[in-house]
């Protein structure tokens, strides 16, 4: 039996802020249990649901070290869906409104995590082949694995992987700070160690002392090694492209699921979806303040609403595009200058354009059902579940070739009749109008062609399953056993 830690910042269903906590709570359930024990370890955030908390029961607590400090450290324990989850408790640092703050004071409380995942593994009896770490909340696991936990012979032979799931979020501080937050020695703070920049770098520790590197899909672990992607980190991913491999994430198909969803209004399936589908965007049309037309095409937008997501490209051409025969329903949060464009667009083109300025777990699986086509021309896009959960309601991805996007996305081709969406190259405006309207007059002049590619679409598997084999192999390689 081989034993995996997943050392996390979030997971489902306990606290979640964006793709990291669907990872951390849904892939661990897919390993192969009868040769793999994995197990997940996590803050316990005073903002996580009451219900959870009461659930959890209380281990046993110790003190550590950190820094200057004398910490508190709980453990709490809980199973949940077949897998054993640990929560480290310490009320001075979990206890804000939000999982995270603002720096420093979210490098001390997770150099606080790192340090104390690695404390509890002999007081909860678990000795980890493989840590599996998760961003740069966890940078610091492998670095204090290789510091002061090697004069203990429990942790001799523990392997470390650094996964990256976003490489923009680093945990960035300056050297002097973080020398005093961390307790660790001036030697880890050298270029060829911590230090980036002047500044000290918690994910760039993680990428220098883990055994093995991945980040979410084949197309971004290729990206993360130029200078556009590599959020200059990207020459010391290229010293350690043997070690860097990308394996894209999935999602769980028992939650998103047209067929068993009770949060649609019409569940339906590969075989009946051209009769039963339709049914959800009627609804939706007439809850959302759309003009009621089941043959109008509805393009759907599930985001943050920032930069990275290439709301860019679709406020520059979003009047062009509100001419055409479209409606558009938005639904999300982020920055205010996209807010207030898509308010004014649905002020504009009242019955054309729904504005949805909040985030609501339902209503997205509500517009995943009701879509015809879902558009996300992102800048960059490590792995990206959007376009994932639209292919599984047999809604058609509208991609840029980016990332994940990339490599989940098969553009239609005419010619050969393949394909599982529509997907352009550069990031440009117009050439993004050009593939929607694409995209559009496939959807009315050609709907036996748009019907065999929802079928294409609803067919593709990327549940988890498939990623955690991969997973599997990793760790078979790294413990050394094949």
């Not at 009451?50 to 809980?78: A, R």
């Not at 680093?170 to 703070?189: E, N, P």
């Not at 991945?214 to 991913?237: C, H, M, Q, W």
Request: hydrophobic share 40%; net charge negative; glycine share 6%.
């Amino acid at each position: 039996m081989k034993n995996i830690l997943f050392a996390t910042s979030e997971a489902v269903p306990f606290i979640k802020t964006g793709g990291l906590a669907d990872v951390a709570g849904a892939l661990p359930k897919c390993f192969d249990k009868r040769y793999f024990d994995v197990r997940v370890i996590l803050p316990k955030y005073a903002c996580m649901k009451q219900e959870w908390k009461d659930k959890m029961e209380y281990i046993t607590h110790f003190y550590m070290d950190l820094g200057y400090k004398n910490c508190y450290v709980g453990i709490m324990h809980m199973e949940y869906d077949g897998i054993q989850f640990y929560f480290i408790d310490n009320e001075y640092y979990f206890s804000g409104p939000k999982p995270y703050d603002s720096a420093p004071w979210d490098l001390e409380k997770f150099a606080f995590f790192s340090k104390a995942v690695l404390s509890v593994l002999p007081v909860i009896n678990f000795r980890p082949d493989v840590i599996h770490c998760h961003d740069w909340q966890t940078g610091l696991v492998p670095v204090y694995l290789h510091d002061s936990f090697q004069q203990n012979e429990f942790f001799w032979g523990i392997k470390t992987v650094m996964t990256i799931h976003n490489l923009k979020f680093q945990g960035v501080w300056d050297v002097k700070t973080v020398r005093g937050i961390t307790g660790l020695s001036d030697y880890y703070f050298a270029p060829d160690k911590l230090e980036a920049y002047k500044d000290a770098n918690f994910l760039k520790g993680g990428i220098v002392f883990a055994d093995a590197v991945t980040t979410v899909s084949n197309t971004y672990a290729e990206e993360i090694k130029t200078p556009f992607y590599g959020e200059r980190l990207d020459g010391l991913l290229c010293a350690r492209s043997h070690d860097l491999r990308g394996i894209v994430n999935g999602i769980d198909y028992d939650v998103f699921n047209p067929e068993t969803d009770a949060c649609i209004t019409q569940k339906y399936n590969a075989k009946n979806f051209r009769k039963e589908k339709v049914k959800n965007k009627i609804q939706l049309q007439r809850d959302l303040g759309l003009n009621e037309d089941p043959n109008a095409m509805l393009i759907g937008i599930v985001s943050r609403l920032t930069d990275q997501k290439g709301f860019d490209l679709i406020a520059y051409v979003m009047d062009e595009l509100c001419q055409d025969a479209v409606q558009i329903v938005v639904l999300g949060t982020g920055e205010e200058r996209y807010e207030n464009m898509f308010r004014h667009f649905d002020w504009k083109y009242h019955g054309k354009v729904s504005a949805q300025i909040y985030y609501d777990e339902p209503l997205s699986h509500r517009i995943y059902a009701a879509s015809d086509a879902f558009l996300m021309p992102s800048l960059f896009e490590p792995c990206g579940l959007s376009q994932l959960m639209s292919l599984r309601y047999g809604t058609l991805p509208i991609v840029r070739e980016t990332g994940g996007l990339k490599d989940t996305v098969e553009p239609y081709n005419e010619f050969e009749g393949t394909g599982t969406g529509f997907s352009f190259t550069n990031y440009n405006a117009h050439e993004m109008l050009a593939t929607v309207r694409n995209a559009e007059r496939v959807f009315y002049d050609n709907k036996r062609e748009w019907n065999k590619m929802v079928d294409r679409a609803m067919a593709a598997d990327f549940s988890w399953n498939h990623s955690a084999k991969q997973y599997e192999e990793m760790y078979n390689w790294l413990i050394g056993d094949k």
